[in-house]
């Protein structure tokens, strides 16, 4: 039995498995967005790509991160994904064998702008000049 402390320090049943239920997830909900299994005329014929779906250790909310193709019409997909999210789960339950399906919460994944904030931080001159120095400095 799970002690008290190990419950609220995220130390108790944080292991592999939400890990491995949330690439399940993560994997059920690409499908369902393939093939467009959903009802709402927003998500219809949208593209829709899930870069990671984590679990909360109780394993009973699960955040999924999506982004659009091209970045294109990002709050009117998220609140069409807010509004199908029962829809969405009642989906995922059907292919994803568990006692009880998470609650899933859809937010956008926003590394892809950071990441491309970055590689632009990257490729400025100063930064392309310290970094010559530091190369210079080294031989």
């Keep these: 039995m799970a002690k008290l402390h190990d419950l609220f320090s ?77 829809e969405i789960r009642h989906h995922v339950s059907k292919r994803v064998k568990l006692r009880h399906t998470p609650k899933i919460i859809f937010k956008l994944d926003e590394s892809f702008d950071v990441a491309q904030h970055i590689n632009t931080l990257l490729q400025s001159p100063e930064v392309v000049k310290d970094l010559q120095k530091d190369k210079e400095n080294d031989e």
């Design 10 to 86: 995220g130390k108790g049943n944080s292991g592999q498995r939400p890990l491995r239920v949330g690439e399940e997830i993560r994997h059920a909900l690409s499908d369902i967005f393939i093939r467009g299994e959903c009802r709402s005329p927003d998500l219809f014929d949208t593209a829709i790509s899930i870069s990671e779906v984590r679990v909360a250790p109780d394993m009973k909310n699960a955040t999924a991160f999506f982004m659009p193709l091209a970045g294109q019409n990002k709050e009117k997909i998220l609140a069409a994904l807010i509004n199908s999210a029962g």
